[in-house]
């Protein structure tokens, strides 16, 4: 059984809902998923947003999530961790780097088309030699710089919208966006368990 966590900011909104959405997806489908949230910024113990929950209730999910802040025991109980941006994908790899190899973001990750992965692949490639070169005093060469920009121009945000502080109509936005990389990550699990 994989578990999964998701990662967003405060843990109130988008994570939650992910986790939500996975668990109750997964269980139609019957695929064995153990599924957890958190936040790089949140505190423990926060309700999660009334149109989160509200829009959950709309999905036939009557889960009371409680915010949990990102901690090494979620990381390490994790076979996937899938973050909701890319910045909270390169927090998770800055404050875990041991954990690099299962950070995503839930979009990326659930994405198909073979030459945005090949470009995926590179860019954190480039990113992580970037960090070496700057923890040494170093910087980019010109072709790894222009490099790093052509491919960043070229890749599709993995980004999903942040409805905090927004509309009921922004929530449901999040929701769609997430509900729908949710289904393809399904599509991917069920490749993996059937090959």
Request: contains cysteine.
């Given at each position: 059984?994989?578990?999964?966590?998701?990662?967003c900011?405060?843990?109130?909104c988008?994570?939650?809902?992910?986790?939500?959405?996975?668990?109750?997806?997964?269980?139609?489908?019957?695929?064995?998923?153990?599924?957890?949230?958190?936040?790089?910024?949140?505190?423990?113990?926060?309700?999660?947003s009334?149109?989160?929950?509200?829009?959950?209730?709309?999905?036939?999910?009557?889960?009371?999530?409680?915010?949990?802040?990102?901690?090494?025991?979620a990381?390490?109980?994790?076979?996937?961790?899938l973050?909701?941006?890319?910045?909270?994908?390169q927090?998770?790899?800055?404050?875990?780097?041991?954990?690099?190899?299962?950070?995503?973001?839930l979009?990326?990750?659930?994405?198909?088309?073979?030459?945005?992965?090949?470009?995926?692949?590179?860019?954190?490639?480039?990113?992580?030699t970037?960090?070496?070169?700057?923890?040494?005093?170093?910087?980019?060469?010109?072709?790894?710089?222009e490099?790093?920009?052509?491919?960043?121009?070229?890749?599709?945000?993995?980004?999903?919208?942040?409805?905090?502080?927004?509309?009921?109509e922004?929530y449901?936005?999040?929701?769609?966006?997430?509900?729908?990389?949710?289904?393809r990550?399904?599509?991917?699990?069920?490749?993996f368990?059937?090959?």
């Amino acid at each position: 059984m994989k578990h999964i966590l998701f990662v967003c900011t405060g843990n109130t909104c988008r994570s939650p809902m992910a986790e939500a959405f996975l668990r109750k997806m997964a269980k139609d489908r019957g695929i064995g998923v153990e599924v957890r949230s958190a936040g790089v910024a949140a505190m423990d113990g926060v309700s999660m947003s009334r149109h989160a929950e509200a829009v959950l209730r709309d999905h036939d999910i009557e889960d009371r999530l409680m915010s949990k802040s990102l901690k090494l025991d979620a990381v390490n109980w994790s076979d996937l961790i899938l973050t909701l941006t890319q910045g909270h994908k390169q927090h998770v790899i800055r404050s875990f780097p041991q954990a690099a190899d299962k950070v995503y973001t839930l979009k990326e990750y659930a994405e198909n088309d073979e030459a945005v992965l090949n470009d995926l692949n590179e860019l954190d490639s480039l990113y992580a030699t970037w960090e070496v070169k700057r923890s040494l005093g170093q910087e980019l060469t010109d072709e790894e710089r222009e490099r790093l920009i052509e491919i960043q121009q070229r890749v599709p945000s993995f980004d999903i919208s942040d409805p905090y502080g927004g509309s009921r109509e922004d929530y449901d936005m999040a929701a769609a966006e997430i509900r729908t990389a949710i289904e393809r990550l399904l599509d991917k699990l069920e490749s993996f368990r059937t090959s």
